[in-house]
Structure formats: structure tokens, C-alpha cells
């Protein structure tokens, strides 16, 4: 057996010949260039800052400040009946039973008069809910206003002189900073884990379908319950509201996520004072500045930015003078590298507000002003809960619509709306109260509050719907 191994070897050498010339001269030296290696041989605190034994004096006020959130809500489901009882008596109606649902989250008291932020997914289709204190004092709680779009919910209970955090500028949040995660995993109990700033920024998670997602991303442990909950830095101060995680196993694998103090407190103040979220509209399409795209665009190498594919007539952008092909740089004097930065920044200005941008336009950077517009966040819907589209000749066709008719066609009307006995799927709007409308904007000038009647066509007839618009 050596002697097959030693034979395999010499076959192996002797089939890489090794020549003469290009062995090195017996005695010329070997030139190795040595890598210049960066050293700090100083200690860790260099003999100036104290060694941090205990975060205890730092998370002791948090503690406080942070509630949980009990929530009840009545599920009612739809049961078809047992085929073999259908046997022997014909046809059974399906049967209707409810179930009651409860839910566990956190909270954090932002004001002493009981103001308090948590997520919007705790709070959703609760009909009760319930504030646990630290101190083991509950409270009913109220809603005061959600946000899906951001998940973030504002309830209030009855209380006076509550503890509350300090908010500190979650944009000045910088990854490896230490934070905590506070809040009540699994019903445990108040709990505090301990992690850094992992990422920030973090967009297109897929945590919010169409929403204004950019999250914090901690290895502070984040489990079920902490949702709502807070996340602070090493001074206490409230950086964030922990949210989501990523998990292959429903638990803390180190990547969880919180909305930011800062995207928070905007909502916050619009909940608060109206109970919904304003926000503002640009009235742009846009996509993200590729590497590839900048010497097409006229800008330097490495340049981030976003650019403009298309502008909506008769929006702020296009009163401003905003073309396809602008890249905008900053907005009110804040970097943009994303479409997903430039959506959230628009969303987090008041309609009304004037912004001003800096465009680059075939290279040349300029300064661009707009007073932005109230953003619909249902933009087709008419009344409550229908939504329409303009007729167009596909429609027309599909439907059979005779040449003679124009309108508004019905493209969906929710279960829930108020007039899902009087409007249905695919019937055109022809008239309201005998006037034309061909326009979104000119059916929801005529439908003011009353009594109205709709014309409308539907399988082959033209008839009357009698609506009242409160």
C-alpha cells in the first residue's frame, strides 16, 4: 500500500516539471513586503473612564414608565353544517358563533396625564382594553387614534401624575449605540434585555404591506409581548417602540425591529389632535439613483439621490416646475438615497408645509420650492367604502355599456359600507340628481350630505339608486 502512495506522488510531480531557469539564484534574497498593521496597544478605557459594572440607576425610571396591554375582542365566525346531518334533514343553513380573542402587548406612558403610545396591531378590533402598571394598579384604557400605515396606536386611561419617558432624536441614533428593549415577552412580566443598534434604516421588510417602513434593528431580545413596548438608550431616553422580528421560530434570533421615537412622535401629535394622520403630497413617481445611472444623469461618481419618472398634473411637484429625469438630492435640507427615504420624509411633512429641495437637472443642481397637498389615502373610494374608476373602452366592452352611456364604474364595494344594499360591482354611474359626472372629483362635489338619487347602468338597464349621504 506505501508503495502504490509513493509511486501516485512521483506520477503526481512528474507530470508538473519543474525548470531550472526559474528556481531563484542559490544565494539572492528573498524580498517579502510586510502589511502595515494598525495598532492601539492602549487599554480599552485607557485609564479614563470607569469600568460600567451595572445599567440598573439608567433602567430602574424606565421601568415606570412602561405598562402593559391586555386587549378582549369578540371574533365571530361562519360554521357550515355537518354533511352527515344534512342527510337525514336537508339543507342546513351555515351558523354563525363567536369566540372571544385575548391579546398581550406593551405600552409607554408619554405624558402624567395617561397618554399612551404602543403599536397598532395591539390594539386592533379590540373591544376592550386594559393598562397593567408597574405597580399593579389597572386602568380601562380608550383609543385615541391608530395608524396602520406606521403601526403605531395612542390609548389614554384615567390617571394623573404618571411617570413618563424623555424622548430623545432617534435620527442621531448611531449604529453599535447600547440599547434596551422593555416590555412584557410572553407574559412573563416586565422584562429588560440589553442589545446595540444592529442597523438603521431598515426598509422593504415586508412588516407594513404598504406602509412607511424604517426600522431600528437591535439584537436586544425581542420576543411576543414586547410589542408596543420601549426600546432607550444608555441615558433612559425613549429611541424607539419595539414592533417585529424576524424569526424562524416565533422567538428572539437577534433581529428585531422598532419604529423610531422620532416617526412616533409625528403620528403621535396627529392622533392626538385629530384622532387620524395627515399627511403630505408631493405628487412624484421615483426611483432609487443606481450607480449605473449617474453619469447619465449628470452627476458625480457616487452621488445618491432619487429620480423622478414621472410628476402628476396639477400637484405641487408639477406647479413647481419638477420634470421626469430631476433627481432630488435633499428635502428641507436632509439627505435623500432612497425612493423609500423620499416617501417617508413627504409622508412626515403637514400638508400645507413648504418644502425646499435641491434637483439636479442634467447635472446642473438647483433649488426647488412646493407647498405640498393633503396625500388620499383612498383615492378611488366615492362614498364609504365604494370604490370607482373613470369608464374606459375595455370597461365598456367587458361590460356592455352602450355607446350612449359615460360614467363612473363601480369596482368594489366593501361589505361593511353603508351602501352595499343600494350599490353593487360593475354598475356605471351615469347621473347624480340628473347632473352628468365623469370625473372622481365632480361625483364627490355633487354627493354632499342629504338625499340623492344615482342613475346608474347595470345589465342591460338604467336604474335608480336612493342614497342619503351623512
Known sequence: MKSKLFSGIVALLAAFPISAATLPAKDAPVVVKKPVLRVDASPLTDGKSPMIGSYADVVEPVQRAVVSVYSKKTVRERVSANPFMQQFFGNIPDQERERKEEGLGSGVIISPDGYILT?????????????????????????IGTDPKTDIAVIKIEADNLPTLVLADSDKLRVGDVVFAVGNPLGVGQTVTMGIVSAKGRTQLGL???????????DAAINLGNSGGALVDAKGRLVGINSAIISTSRGSIGLGFAIPINLASSVLQSLIATGTVSRGFLGVSAQTVTSEDTASLG??????????????PDSPASKAGMQRGDVILEYNDRSVTSWEDLRLLIAETVPGA????????NGKVMAVSASLDKFDEKPDELLAGVDVTPLTD?????????????????KGVAKDSPYADS???????????REYVTSLAAAKTALGPGR???YVYYRGALRVARIEVK
Open 119 to 143: 403599536n397598532n396591531h395591539v390594539v386592533e378590533g379590540a373591544d376592550e382594553l386594559k393598562v397593567g402598571l408597574p405597580d399593579e394598579r389597572e386602568f380601562i384604557a380608550k383609543v
Open 208 to 218: 407594513l404591506e404598504g406602509g412607511y417602513e424604517s426600522f431600528i434593528q437591535t
Open 299 to 312: 452627476l458625480p461618481k457616487g452621488a445618491r439621490g432619487v429620480m423622478l419618472t414621472d410628476v402628476t
Open 354 to 361: 413648504k418644502v425646499t429641495m435641491k434637483v439636479s437637472r
Open 394 to 410: 375595455d370597461l365598456r366592452m367587458r361590460l356592455h355599456i352602450p355607446g350612449r352611456f359615460d360614467g363612473l364604474v363601480i
Open 423 to 433: 350599490l353593487v360591482p360593475d354598475c356605471l354611474i351615469v347621473q347624480i340628481d
Open 452 to 454: 340623492h338619487l344615482l
